[in-house]
């Protein structure tokens, strides 16, 4: 049973920043695209960014220009660089790996001063 873990929420500061880590505890055979969804209460979950085997990235328009995704290909993990971050920023991100639709638990990921 594949498990998908990510890692590095927190609380931050308007203005300030975080990376998240996502990788699957178990082996995933062709990976092809990795992806961050966020969600906040009371609204539905969103693609944040998204990453294919070659590269080719995806971005949701509110966080153009402020985060950045990439992917370790060799260890299959993705991250999410997350800069100049605001308070509707606060979600919990999840990750996720295709094929298969293999979803993680979330991070909560809170910007307040």
């Known amino acids: 049973q594949v498990q998908v873990v990510e890692s590095g929420g927190g609380l931050v500061q308007p203005g300030g920043s975080l990376r998240l880590s996502c990788a699957p505890s178990?082996?995933?055979?062709?990976?092809?695209?990795m992806g961050w969804y966020r969600q906040s209460p009371g609204k539905r979950r969103e693609l944040v960014a998204s990453?294919?085997?070659?590269?080719?990235?995806n971005y949701a328009d509110f966080v153009k220009g402020r985060f950045t995704i990439s992917r370790d290909t060799a260890k299959n993990m993705v991250f999410l660089q997350m800069s100049s971050l605001k308070p509707e920023d606060t979600a919990v991100y999840y990750c996720?790996?295709?094929?298969?639709?293999?979803w993680g638990q979330g991070t909560q990921v809170t910007v307040s001063s």
């Open positions: 990453i294919t085997v070659g590269n080719r990235t």
């Open positions: 178990g082996t995933i055979f062709s990976i092809s695209v």
């Open positions: 996720l790996i295709n094929p298969g639709g293999f």
